[in-house]
């Protein structure tokens, strides 16, 4: 079945809406204090890159608290595992790469999102660091982390469908096989990478209280779109550069089914409807055309320990959205009049306020 794209930023902006000068101001150009705390208690992030073949490509990073830093505010530096050396030498990045992170801090909903450009990467055997020149940090809402419920540590559905699988790697170029339909229905949560050449790369957090992913046909997923902030940042990365990584995750498992492809923007009325929730339509959906699949037990993933009780407490006290927010637009370099205007109304406890309020009634 074909569903209509959007191919240009008018209709980007017709289906989805634009951010207001406020959300775009939630992003400065350099690390401040925030992100290096967020960073200190992050075990594990996820990070987007074009290779030198052309594709983009994701790579799961961490393994254990303090494994991200800022050398400096304009630097990010990530320590490396054998894991990870061994997929940069496999599918190793373009020089200069446009790259895009994101960064779980257990336990909670908001992200870290920090996008640049590569310094240098390893060119060793074994670990070693990879250099990033910040362009741009911001929070990311918790939007996401709570439709799926991606934190709770209950009894997980599907337990025995994840063992048949999780024992060993698999590697596919089509959606039709059994292994596949064991992972999906138990899929919350997307990880979309997408790197617009030259410009900008981008990490961002699709999340669902059922299936992230629908399988359309055996080559085809679809992933819907709910409110957030309206940055689009995946979006306009795929306009220009239609080539995507997507990784698929079960809360509180270690197995990840990862896929690359291209993807499409659709706002088809039927995918609206397909979608819906609460009585709401989607917005719309990422439409992918998977190229390569691989379901493989991640060893940084276990290795993190995401869902233990005691990395989970270590997110508590760590600063909110609106603490990170309000200095974040008073950071940032807009000197017009709004710019201004906002710089002086914004707060902490009002942010954190209507964020509150935004979680409840714009979910879905």
């Known amino acids: 079945m074909r569903f209509s794209a959007i191919t240009s930023e008018k209709e980007l902006r017709r289906a989805f809406g634009e951010a207001t000068k406020f959300a775009k101001m939630f992003a400065i150009d350099h690390l401040d204090r925030h992100c290096k705390t967020l960073l200190q208690h992050s075990p594990f992030g996820f990070l987007a890159y074009e290779g030198t073949d052309g594709r983009v490509h994701s790579l799961a990073t961490g393994g254990a608290v303090g494994y991200a830093k800022a ?152 992933i819907p779109e709910r409110p957030g902030n309206r940055r689009l940042d995946t979006f306009r990365n795929l306009l220009v550069q239609p080539r995507v990584a997507l990784d698929l995750l079960i809360p509180n498992a270690s197995t990840v089914m990862s896929i690359r492809g291209t993807a499409s923007i659709s706002a088809d009325p039927r995918l609206q409807k397909r979608f819906a929730f609460r009585a709401k339509d989607a917005l719309g959906a990422l439409v992918v055309t998977v190229e390569w699949l691989q379901l493989r037990e991640s060893a940084v993933f276990t290795a993190a320990n995401m869902w233990s009780e005691d990395v989970q407490r270590m997110s508590a006290g760590l600063p909110t959205m609106g603490q990170v927010v309000s200095d974040h637009i008073k950071l940032h370099k807009d000197r017009s009049l709004k710019g201004r205007l906002i710089k002086r109304l914004t707060n902490a406890r009002n942010v954190d306020h209507e964020t509150a309020k935004d979680y409840r009634k714009n979910l879905y």
């Open 71 to 222: 050398s400096s505010q304009r630097t990010l530096e990530l320590a490396l595992g054998d894991a990870e050396s061994a997929q940069l030498r496999t599918t190793p990045p373009a020089p200069g790469s446009a790259i895009g992170t994101l960064f779980f801090n257990p336990g909670r909903g908001e992200t870290l999102r920090i996008n640049g450009r590569l310094r240098s990467f390893p060119d060793i055997g074994h670990g070693g660091n990879l250099s990033i020149d910040v362009h741009e940090s911001l929070l990311h809402c918790a939007k996401a982390f709570l439709r799926s419920n991606f934190w709770h540590r209950g009894p997980n559905p599907g337990r025995k469908d994840r063992e048949r699988f999780a024992s060993s790697t698999l590697e596919l170029s089509t959606l039709d096989h059994p292994a596949v339909a064991r992972f999906l229905p138990h899929a919350r949560m997307a990880l979309v990478s997408s790197v617009r050449p030259g410009a900008a790369g981008d990490v961002s957090p699709k999340g669902e209280p059922g299936p992230v992913a629908c399988m359309l046909d055996p080559m085809t997923l679809a």
